[in-house]
């Protein structure tokens, strides 16, 4: 079946140390998306990738980091993770029309210690 | 802007209750409506959508109409079931990149 991947789904990391969470699709679709979701909350979107092109939202902090290596694989690095960046990361996938959905993988529950 | 209002929760029901969840919606244009479900610890699913006005989207017995003279989506269920208990988000879209939610209604469902 065609989906999104993500791994690991459970991620613990030290306060500053780097770590890099993984999504994967076999959708074939060009845009993919990495959102933030705190508890009780809504996604909140961090940034996204159509094709090559990298679109960071305007309140993206820094510290959030993104690559894409090709069509299938979308990274995100956080670069010093913060007590407050503990979260569910959910990466999402879409094709270009404006009619298309977006199509969720589980999430990464991301604890910092 | 574009922006979405959801009914607030949590909401508890009685197993084979009648549901509905309100939402209501702000855009220029005809966006597309969606309902997505979570459940605990889980990613977000799509639960139905609809594209365009007088569209009911449907799926697991859930129903939606989109109502561009009422700017509405409301989600509704005749028999819900303890299995439905989750966060229920409704969104809109005007194009592939953006994606506005509401802040999601919590259902649960007691046998």
């Known amino acids: 079946d065609a989906m999104v991947i993500q791994n690991p789904r459970y991620q613990v990391t030290q306060f500053g140390k780097p770590v890099t969470l993984s999504c994967s699709q076999t959708l074939n679709h060009n845009v993919m998306y990495w959102y933030q979701q705190k508890s009780s909350q809504a996604p909140k979107l961090l940034f996204h990738y159509y094709d090559k092109d990298f679109n960071n939202e305007a309140d993206t902090p820094d510290n959030f980091q993104s690559r894409r290596p090709n069509t299938s694989f979308c990274f995100l690095d956080i670069r010093s993770p913060g007590l407050g960046d503990a979260a569910m990361y959910l990466c999402a996938t879409s094709g270009i029309d404006r009619q298309e959905t977006q199509y969720f993988g589980p999430g990464t529950r991301l604890l910092v210690l | 802007g574009n922006s979405v209002t959801q009914m607030e929760g949590p909401v508890t029901l009685s197993e084979e209750a009648f549901l509905t969840i309100n939402c209501t919606y702000t855009a220029t244009g005809y966006p597309s409506l969606f309902w997505y479900v979570q459940y605990p610890g889980e990613g977000l699913q799509l639960l139905l959508k609809?594209?365009?006005?007088?569209d009911k989207g449907s799926n697991k017995g859930f129903e939606a109409t989109y109502r561009k003279e009422t700017t509405s989506f409301h989600l509704e269920k005749g028999s819900v079931q303890v299995s439905d208990s989750a966060v229920y988000f409704c969104?809109?879209?005007?194009?592939?990149?953006?994606?506005?939610f509401g802040t999601g209604t919590r259902l649960t469902v007691i046998p």
């Open positions: 969104a809109l879209s005007k194009g592939a990149n953006n994606l506005f």
């Open positions: 609809a594209t365009k006005a007088d």
